[in-house]
């Protein structure tokens, strides 16, 4: 799987098509983009292609990578391949909320997502049991409540980033872990942590939305899952969902309604993101290759 962005120009597309076919590879799939509102535009694309007949061998795999890397000098290209055999792996961060991470455990154990789940992480000990039920490594990472607060969150955030490290995790998913990150931290697991927000972004940001939508009579609640950033609830916009309110529901049957919409709105961004099929613009946009 390959994911190339670079200026837009004419020729890109063939000149890829035609290293592949070169090498023996078949093309799957291929999806590309053209964001004109970047001056000068930028041109992404996603490629599905088989190698298992490549001209080199499967063992090769150096050989297509550095033929690759020489076309990208060409168009000033930014690239990466990405293997179906080398699976993610993935940490999910809770706090005391289990819908999303019952969800994802689930979706992991049947196969619909296509990665390892090595650690379950929380700054409270209540999921634990659950992370048990599926195997899964619990660590619970509290806040000191002894020491001066901005010392008890650096040594908090470094234990998470050590647990992270040592299980070699490639994304953090935040699912409903309610804690915000320092812009340490934020920098330093840019791209690879999702968030789960309970509302429809860039609307009642922060905590108690459904309370906040429900004050103001809203006929329609969301969720969105986007990219952490040190700046809350203001990442990067994955995948969001609406769902219907009338008048008759109360805050409860919204949190209710909303809760199946978190699960269902991050599970996808999970999905995507670990299937390499979201792209991040330089003005922060998404490019998000549905399936």
Not at 157 to 170: C, G, H, K, P, S
Request: aromatic share 8%.
């Amino acid at each position: 799987m390959d994911m190339p962005q670079c200026p837009d120009a004419k020729g890109v597309v063939a000149a890829l098509a035609q290293l592949l076919f070169g090498f023996n590879c078949n093309i799957l799939q291929s999806d590309q983009f053209s964001d004109e509102t970047i001056a000068p535009s930028r041109f992404f694309q996603r490629i599905h292609f088989d190698f298992k007949d490549i001209s080199v061998g499967t063992g090769n795999l150096a050989v297509l990578e550095t033929a690759v890397a020489d076309l990208a000098k060409r168009y000033q290209m930014d690239w990466k391949i990405s293997y179906r055999t080398q699976r993610k792996r993935m940490a999910l961060l809770v706090s005391k909320m289990d819908h999303c991470l019952f969800d994802l455990l689930i979706r992991q154990r049947s196969g619909e997502l296509h990665c390892d789940i090595p650690v379950v992480i929380s700054n409270h000990s209540d999921l634990g049991h659950v992370a048990g039920m599926f195997g899964v490594d619990f660590e619970h990472l509290g806040f000191r409540r002894d020491i001066d607060k901005v010392a008890a969150k650096q040594q908090q955030e470094a234990a998470i980033q050590r647990v992270l490290e040592e299980a070699n995790v490639d994304l953090i998913v935040l699912a409903r872990y309610m804690q915000i990150f320092s812009e340490e931290f934020c920098e330093k697991n840019w791209g690879r942590t999702i968030n789960i927000h309970h509302s429809f972004l860039p609307a009642f940001e922060g905590a108690k939305p459904y309370h906040r939508a429900h004050e103001r009579g809203v006929k329609i609640i969301g969720a969105t899952a986007h990219y952490a950033t040190s700046e809350l609830d203001a990442g990067p916009i994955i995948e969001q969902d609406i769902t219907r309110i009338t008048h008759r529901d109360s805050v409860q049957d919204m949190v209710r309604k909303g809760r199946d919409l978190e699960r269902l709105v991050l599970a996808r961004a999970v999905r995507w993101h670990v299937n390499d099929r979201v792209l991040v613009t330089p003005t922060g946009r998404t490019v998000v290759w549905q399936d």
